[in-house]
């Protein structure tokens, strides 16, 4: 069964950091595009980070300079280091892969359920 599980989440105070992990199963990662995506209740969900199969890398320019996505192909899974949180970065963060190896928009292949990030003092 292919699957795309988050984890990592949880509750961080302002200025934390916390590390996000995407693990895959069913499939190899090594030659998807992955991508890092959040959305609020309400909101429309947007494109965080991506990696592609070369290992080039996309930021937001918001989370330039804050935010890490690294990929580790052994453990079939991608990681988002999140350090600098801040308030405004509250949400529900999916990871998806794409099979072009390149592609990291809305039209991904696969998606994960969701892990939930909270900033807050």
């Known amino acids: 069964q292919v699957q795309l599980v988050e984890s990592g989440g949880g509750l961080v105070q302002p200025g934390g950091s916390l590390r996000l992990s995407c693990t895959a199963s069913?499939?190899?990662?090594?030659?998807?595009?992955i991508g890092w995506f959040r959305q609020v209740p309400g909101k429309e969900r947007e494109r965080v980070s991506c990696i592609d199969s070369a290992l080039t890398t996309y930021y937001k320019n918001a989370m330039k300079g804050r935010f890490t996505i690294s990929r580790d192909n052994a453990k079939n899974t991608v990681y988002l280091q999140m350090n600098d949180l801040k308030p405004e970065d509250t949400a529900v963060y999916y990871c998806a892969a794409h099979r072009s190896g390149v592609y990291c928009a809305d039209a991904m292949d696969y998606w994960g359920k969701g892990t939930l990030v909270t900033v807050s003092s």
């Open positions: 069913g499939f190899s990662l090594d030659y998807y595009a």
